[in-house]
């Protein structure tokens, strides 16, 4: 499928919501330990409560999806549907992303490993039945690296998944993601020639911006929870040596978008002439170089600055998602407003909308 001589590759979408995989898709001896959420928001794990933290939703969402979208609604966003919705948009593939399904505090890690293998098997099943247009993206749980370790290399022998996300804010405090203890994780995602996808939720249940200081206010926490916790990763990824340490780790970041890169990607550059020989780990590059290596970002289709952040960074890596079936995303135009309604060039579009998200996820 083309549009306009452009094939396009939606390199950040979602499932509509995520089924109970209890019964179907959770090894038995873990389904009685998983999270359960209370009437008053309260998560309890094994029993105890970890968060009063409660994402509110309007009304309008659930009428949007009723009405906008109400034909895939019909079939609850089957595969079919999805199928239908990549049609309705001109979108030849499309990388489909849930939620991390593990942000709770306190979570053991072998609970948490076995709810993501779950999620891991319902993904297989999900795409495929999609005709190999829908990407399936694997979930990685960082708690226990070696677990991850082992789940990465399942998914790729056995389900072919081509890429792995995970949240911006790792679930452990104080092991941010430059440390060393995720290292062995990073080196089997090189080995494997799979991508790492840092994806953005709001309320991960501790340390995040915008929950800890706006609490259930949703508009906040989105506002400052999407663009700054990408920021906060991107320093460790570019910052703390995990490009020098693996420089064949392709990372995307998502769903937070672009415009404030070319000017972040500045002042990394001035904290490494700063600091590097006093405060950092050892590092060849400058952090711009590193990201031009082997980092992407992904924009919003109707993002204003993106023609500037093209014309200072370049569109090598750079990518665009509809965010679908989510209420940000431009439904159901903007594929078509991105390729009819900017100053990029014809070539820098073709990379942003097919190229660079092939060589992202490395998919034909």
């Given at each position: 499928?083309?549009?306009?001589?452009?094939?396009?590759?939606?390199?950040?979408?979602?499932?509509?919501?995520?089924?109970?995989?209890?019964?179907?898709?959770?090894?038995?001896?873990f389904?009685?330990?998983?999270?359960?959420?209370?009437?008053?928001?309260?998560?309890?794990?094994?029993?105890?409560?970890?968060?009063?933290?409660?994402?509110?939703?309007?009304?309008?969402?659930?009428?949007?999806?009723?009405t906008?979208?109400?034909?895939?609604?019909?079939?609850?966003?089957?595969?079919?549907?999805?199928?239908?919705?990549?049609?309705?948009?001109?979108?030849?593939?499309?990388?489909?992303?849930?939620?991390?399904?593990?942000?709770?505090?306190?979570?053991?890690?072998?609970?948490?490993?076995?709810?993501?293998?779950?999620?891991?098997?319902?993904?297989?099943?999900?795409?495929?039945?999609?005709?190999?247009?829908?990407?399936?993206?694997?979930?990685?749980?960082?708690?226990?690296?070696?677990?991850?370790?082992?789940?990465?290399?399942?998914?790729?022998?056995?389900?072919?998944?081509?890429?792995?996300?995970?949240?911006?804010?790792?679930?452990?405090?104080?092991?941010?993601?430059?440390?060393?203890?995720?290292?062995?994780?990073?080196?089997?995602?090189?080995?494997?020639?799979?991508?790492?996808?840092?994806?953005?939720?709001?309320?991960?249940?501790?340390?995040?911006?915008?929950?800890?200081?706006?609490?259930?206010?949703?508009?906040?926490?989105i506002?400052?929870?999407?663009?700054?916790?990408?920021?906060?990763?991107?320093f460790?990824?570019?910052?703390?040596?995990?490009?020098?340490?693996?420089?064949?780790?392709?990372?995307?970041?998502?769903?937070s978008?672009?415009?404030?890169?070319?000017?972040?990607?500045?002042?990394?550059?001035?904290?490494?002439?700063?600091?590097?020989?006093?405060?950092?780990?050892?590092?060849?590059?400058?952090?711009?170089e590193?990201?031009?290596?082997?980092?992407?970002?992904?924009a919003?289709?109707?993002?204003?600055?993106?023609?500037?952040?093209?014309?200072?960074?370049?569109?090598?890596?750079?990518?665009?998602?509809?965010?679908?079936?989510?209420?940000?995303?431009?439904?159901?135009?903007?594929?078509?407003?991105?390729?009819?309604?900017?100053?990029?060039?014809?070539?820098?579009?073709?990379?942003?909308?097919?190229?660079?998200?092939?060589?992202?996820?490395?998919?034909?």
């Amino acid at each position: 499928m083309m549009y306009k001589g452009y094939r396009i590759i939606d390199a950040d979408s979602h499932y509509h919501r995520i089924p109970d995989l209890k019964d179907t898709y959770i090894d038995p001896e873990f389904r009685d330990r998983l999270p359960t959420v209370r009437p008053d928001g309260v998560t309890m794990v094994d029993g105890r409560g970890t968060s009063t933290v409660q994402f509110k939703r309007s009304d309008y969402l659930n009428d949007m999806w009723d009405t906008e979208y109400g034909k895939y609604a019909s079939r609850g966003f089957d595969p079919k549907a999805y199928l239908m919705a990549m049609d309705d948009q001109a979108v030849d593939k499309m990388a489909l992303f849930g939620v991390p399904i593990v942000g709770a505090w306190g979570l053991d890690p072998a609970v948490a490993d076995a709810m993501v293998r779950g999620y891991n098997r319902w993904v297989h099943d999900f795409v495929d039945q999609t005709e190999g247009r829908a990407i399936g993206i694997g979930q990685i749980d960082l708690r226990d690296v070696d677990r991850a370790c082992k789940e990465v290399r399942h998914c790729v022998e056995e389900y072919g998944f081509r890429a792995f996300f995970t949240n911006t804010q790792p679930p452990i405090p104080g092991i941010t993601l430059d440390r060393p203890y995720y290292d062995p994780l990073w080196s089997t995602m090189e080995e494997m020639d799979v991508a790492l996808c840092l994806h953005n939720v709001a309320g991960a249940g501790h340390g995040q911006i915008g929950q800890d200081r706006f609490g259930d206010w949703a508009a906040a926490r989105i506002a400052f929870t999407f663009p700054v916790e990408m920021q906060v990763a991107f320093f460790s990824i570019l910052l703390g040596g995990v490009c020098e340490r693996h420089p064949n780790l392709r990372v995307v970041g998502l769903e937070s978008g672009a415009g404030w890169l070319p000017y972040l990607l500045w002042y990394y550059d001035e904290l490494f002439e700063r600091y590097h020989e006093v405060d950092l780990p050892p590092m060849e590059l400058k952090p711009s170089e590193y990201f031009r290596r082997q980092c992407f970002i992904s924009a919003e289709l109707e993002e204003p600055t993106l023609p500037h952040v093209v014309d200072l960074l370049g569109a090598d890596n750079v990518v665009v998602g509809s965010d679908f079936p989510h209420p940000e995303g431009p439904y159901p135009d903007g594929i078509r407003v991105f390729v009819d309604g900017n100053a990029i060039s014809a070539g820098d579009k073709r990379k942003i909308l097919c190229d660079n998200p092939r060589r992202l996820y490395g998919v034909e």
